[in-house]
C-alpha cells in the first residue's frame, strides 16, 4: 500500500489542532498562489505553494508558523499588518496568546539573519503589528533547484537547520527506536512545542539508514488527498500515469528500485 512505501520516505510531523497545518497561502493582495509563484526579496526566495523559504537556492528551516507569518508580512509589504490578522493566518479559527506571535516572529527574524550586516525585514509597529520593509518582488517561475532524484544512500531535500535543536535528544533517540520497529511514525503535541524540528532531527540521523536517502513531502498545501501520489512522485522525480496515480507512483517506485539494485 502507498502507506508503506511512504514511511519508507519521509517521517511525517503533524500538530494537534487538526486544521493547523493544512490551509493553504491565501493571499491577500489579490495575487493567486500557483505552483510557480515566487516572493523574492534580498537573497531569499518564499514559494508559497510549496511551503518552501530559500537562500539562494538553499531551503532554510523554518516552522509552519512562522512560515505563514513570512508570507501574509512578504505579500503586503511596506503596509503594517495586525497582529489579530497574522495570527487568524498563523492559527485559524483557534484562539491564542500574543506572546506566541511574538515567539513566532522572533524565529522567523533568526531564520532570516534579521538585523544582521545591515539587514532590516520585520519592524514592530507598537500597538499596531508588524510591517515588511525589504523591497519585494514577485514572479512566476520556481528557481531551480537540484533535482531530487532516488539517490545513493546519504542524500536527502531537507532543509537546512538555522536554530541549534534544545532539550529533544531523549524525544529524538525515542524516536530513532521507534523507526526501528515500525514503518510509520506521526509526532503530535501542542502547536509550537517543536513536532517538526524534532522530525527533521530524526530524518537527517536515518539518511544513511536508507538506500535512497530520505525525502521530505509537504503536505500542507494540498486540499485534496487524491493529490498525494503526484505529490510523492515530483518530489522524487518520478513519472506516473494520471489515470492511476496510486498505482502508477507504486509502479514508479518499484521500477527506481530496480534500477538501482
Do not use: C
Not at 507569518?69 to 500574543?98: C, D, H, N, Y
Not at 500597538?127 to 544512500?153: C, D, I, K, Q, W
Not at 546519504?154 to 524516536?175: F, K, Q, S, Y
Amino acid at each position: 500500500m502507498l502507506e508503506d512505501k511512504l514511511a519508507e520516505l519521509a517521517l511525517f510531523a503533524s500538530n494537534a489542532s487538526p486544521r493547523a497545518d493544512v490551509s493553504s497561502p491565501k493571499p491577500n493582495d489579490g495575487r493567486t498562489a500557483s505552483a510557480g509563484l515566487v516572493m523574492s526579496f534580498g537573497s531569499f526566495h518564499v514559494l508559497p505553494y510549496q511551503r518552501l523559504l530559500l537562500e539562494g537556492d538553499r531551503p532554510v528551516r523554518l516552522g509552519s508558523r512562522a512560515f505563514d507569518i513570512l508570507t501574509a508580512l512578504v505579500e503586503r509589504a511596506g503596509e503594517v499588518v495586525s497582529k489579530g490578522e497574522l495570527m487568524a493566518r498563523a492559527w485559524p479559527q483557534t484562539f491564542v496568546e500574543e506572546a506566541n506571535l511574538k515567539i513566532q516572529v522572533s524565529a522567523l527574524r533568526r531564520a532570516l539573519g534579521d538585523g544582521q550586516a545591515g539587514h532590516r525585514y520585520v519592524v514592530t509597529v507598537p500597538g499596531r503589528g508588524y510591517n515588511f520593509v525589504a523591497p519585494v518582488s514577485h514572479e512566476e517561475g520556481v528557481p531551480a533547484l537540484p533535482s531530487p532524484t532516488m539517490a545513493p544512500a546519504g542524500m536527502h531535500n531537507l532543509p537546512h537547520a538555522v536554530t541549534r535543536m534544545i532539550d529533544r535528544e531523549e524525544a529524538v533517540a525515542a524516536l530513532l527506536s521507534r523507526l526501528s520497529r515500525q514503518r510509520l511514525v506521526t509526532i503530535v503535541g501542542p502547536d509550537g512545542i517543536g513536532e517538526t524540528t524534532v522530525a527533521l532531527a530524526v530524518d537527517e540521523r536515518m539518511t544513511a539508514s536508507y538506500e535512497h536517502g530520505v525525502w521530505l513531502v509537504y503536505l500542507a498545501p494540498l486540499g485534496d488527498p487524491g493529490l498525494i501520489p503526484s505529490t510523492v512522485a515530483t518530489v522524487l522525480n518520478l513519472e506516473i500515469s494520471t489515470g492511476e496515480p496510486l498505482l502508477g507512483l507504486i509502479a514508479a517506485l518499484k521500477e527506481a528500485h530496480a534500477s538501482a539494485a
